[in-house]
C-alpha cells in the first residue's frame, strides 16, 4: 500500500518520522498507510509558513482577493464532496449520510468567512483629542492548528477558512486517526493556487503536535480537543505569552421540563446524544427529566436508543456506525461497567455486539442509564460515546443547580413551553450554547466556545476571523 504524503510548502513528501496506518473501525481494514512527520518535517513547516507569512503575497493581499481563493477553496470542497464524504467515514466511522452533510457544511464555511473577509472593515473610533483614531487588525502570523477525529471535515474547516483569511499562514495538524481529511484538504489549496507554505499539513502522533506548540516559530495555537491536552497546551503558551484559542470536552445537561412538548423533545435528546455514535463534545449526556414526566419519558427513551441500529456506515438504513477506533470502545465500554458498580441500571444497550459483521468493528449500542446521581462519575465524566445518564430533578432551583455542577461548561438544551422560565434558565447556565426546542443545531454565523473546562475564547462567526488577529490602534494628528 503507497505512503500517502503530507504538503509543505507545496511540496508533498511522505516525512522521515515513523508512517503509520489508518484503521477503518467498521472492520478492522487498513485503509491507508499515513507518512509520519520527524520533528526536522515540523521545523520545515514552520520555515515555510515564517517566508509565506513574511512575504506580503498573501498576508498583504487585498481582502476581496483573498476572499476569491476562499470561494475557490468552497467550490472545491463542494466538487469533491463523495470523496471527502467517504475519506471520513473509512477514518471514523460516522454514516456516509453525516459525512456528507459534514462535507455540505465545511464548503459552506470556507464561503462564509470568503464573505466575511471581502466585507472586513477597519473602524474610525470617536475623536477624544486631537487625533483621528483608527482601528486596524493585522493577522497574527503562524498559526498551528491541532484538531481531533471525531468530525475533521467540519473542524478543520472551522478553523482553516478564518485563519486564512484573516491573512495568516497555518499548519495543520489532524489527528493520527483520522489524517486523510486534511490530506484532502491540502490538495485542494494546491489546487486552487494557494501561495507555498501558506497552508501546511503535518501528520502524525501526538508528539507531532507538542513540537508544533513548543516551537519558537508559531505565534498562536488554535486546538480543539480533551481537556487534559488543552491544559498542557494552555500552560506553554501561557509560558511563551502566546495567543491561544481552545475548544475542549464537555458534559452538556439537556433538560426536559414538564411542560414542554414530549415527542419532540424525545427525539431530540435521542440524537442529540446517539447521533453520530455520541462522538461529540457537545453531545447531551446528562438528560434531566422533570419528575412529574420522568417515568413515561424514561420507558419512550429506552425504546428510542433500541431504535439506533447498529450497521455498516455506509448503509442507507444505519442509524448508527461504529466508535472511532477499538480503543475508544474499549473507553466507552469501561465507563459503562464504571456506572454499573455505582449501582446504574442499564435501561438499554450496555454490551458490545457479539453476532455477525458487527462483532468485526469497533460498534457499541445507543445506551441509557438510570440511577444515577449527578455525582456519580458517569455523570461528571466526559465518554465521548453514545451513553446518557437520565436523572430526575424537582423544580428550576435545583436543575440550575445540578446542571452547572459540573467541571465543563460547553453547551445544554432546554425544553419548555414557558418562554419566561426558558430565558431565566438558558441565563443560569453556565455554557457557551444553549438551545431553547431544538439541540445541536448549529450555524456558522454564531460564536461557539465553551466556559469553564471547555476551552478558552470562541470560534465561528464574524468575529471568529478576529480571533486570528491583532487589533492596532492608529492615531492621525489633525489638531
Not at 473610533?125 to 468530525?151: D, F, H, K
Request: with cysteine; glycine share 10%.
Amino acid at each position: 500500500m503507497k505512503t500517502l504524503p503530507f504538503l509543505i510548502a507545496n511540496a508533498w513528501r511522505t516525512g522521515h518520522g515513523a508512517p503509520f496506518p489508518s484503521i477503518n473501525p467498521a472492520d478492522g481494514s487498513e485503509t491507508a498507510i499515513i507518512g509520519g512527520a520527524s520533528l526536522q518535517d515540523v521545523d520545515d513547516a514552520v520555515a515555510a509558513a515564517r517566508v509565506a507569512f513574511r512575504n506580503t503575497d498573501w498576508r498583504g493581499r487585498k481582502h476581496h482577493e483573498r476572499a476569491r481563493l476562499l470561494y475557490r477553496f468552497a467550490d472545491g470542497v463542494e466538487a469533491s464532496l463523495e470523496r471527502l464524504a467517504q475519506v471520513q467515514m473509512e477514518d471514523n466511522g460516522k454514516t456516509l449520510s453525516e459525512c456528507r452533510a459534514q462535507a455540505a457544511s465545511a464548503a459552506a464555511t470556507f464561503r462564509y468567512y470568503g464573505a466575511v473577509c471581502e466585507t472586513f472593515e477597519s473602524e474610525v473610533n470617536t475623536q477624544r483629542g486631537p487625533s483621528m483614531t483608527m482601528t486596524v487588525y493585522e493577522p497574527v502570523g503562524v498559526v498551528a492548528a491541532i484538531t481531533p477525529w471525531n468530525s475533521p471535515l467540519t473542524l478543520e474547516a472551522q478553523k482553516l477558512a478564518p485563519i486564512l483569511a484573516a491573512g495568516n499562514t497555518v499548519i495543520l495538524k489532524p489527528s493520527e486517526v483520522t489524517s486523510r481529511v486534511a490530506l484532502e484538504y491540502a490538495r485542494i489549496g494546491l489546487e486552487i493556487g494557494l501561495p507555498p507554505g501558506v497552508l501546511n499539513v503535518v501528520t502524525g502522533a501526538a508528539d507531532v503536535g507538542r513540537a508544533l506548540v513548543d516551537h519558537d516559530g508559531i505565534d498562536m495555537v488554535s486546538f480543539t480537543g480533551g481537556t487534559a491536552s488543552g491544559r498542557a497546551i494552555a500552560e506553554t503558551c501561557a509560558r511563551r505569552l502566546r495567543p491561544v484559542v481552545l475548544e475542549l470536552g464537555g458534559k452538556s445537561p439537556h433538560i426536559v421540563f414538564a411542560d414542554c412538548d414530549l415527542d419532540r423533545a424525545l427525539k431530540a435528546v435521542a440524537a442529540g446524544i446517539f447521533a453520530g455514535g455520541g462522538q461529540s463534545c457537545i453531545a447531551g449526556s446528562r438528560v434531566f427529566v422533570e419528575r412529574a414526566v420522568y417515568q413515561d419519558f424514561i420507558s419512550a427513551f429506552a425504546e428510542a436508543a433500541c431504535s439506533y441500529r447498529l450497521g455498516a456506515p455506509g448503509a442507507a438504513d444505519t442509524r448508527m456506525g461504529p466508535m472511532v477506533s477499538f480503543g475508544h470502545r474499549a473507553y466507552v465500554a469501561r465507563a459503562v461497567e464504571m456506572a454499573r458498580s455505582e449501582g446504574g441500571e442499564i435501561l438499554a444497550g450496555g454490551a458490545e455486539p457479539a453476532d455477525g459483521a458487527l462483532a468485526e468493528g469497533a460498534y457499541y449500542p445507543a445506551t441509557v442509564i438510570a440511577g444515577l446521581t449527578n455525582r456519580s462519575n458517569a455523570a461528571q465524566q466526559e465518554i465521548f460515546g453514545p451513553v446518557a445518564v437520565v436523572i430526575p430533578f424537582d423544580g428550576e432551583d435545583a436543575l440550575i443547580d445540578q446542571a452547572n455542577d459540573s467541571d465543563f461548561g460547553l453547551a445544554a438544551g432546554i425544553w419548555t413551553r414557558d418562554f419566561a422560565k426558558a430565558w431565566r434558565v438558558a441565563r443560569a447556565i453556565q455554557a457557551g450554547t444553549v438551545w431553547i426546542n431544538t439541540y445541536k443545531e448549529t450555524s456558522i454565523s454564531t460564536p461557539f466556545g465553551g466556559f469553564k473546562q471547555s476551552g478558552l475564547g470562541r470560534e465561528k462567526g464574524r468575529d471568529g476571523m478576529k480571533t486570528y488577529m491583532e487589533s492596532k490602534g492608529l492615531y492621525w494628528h489633525v489638531g
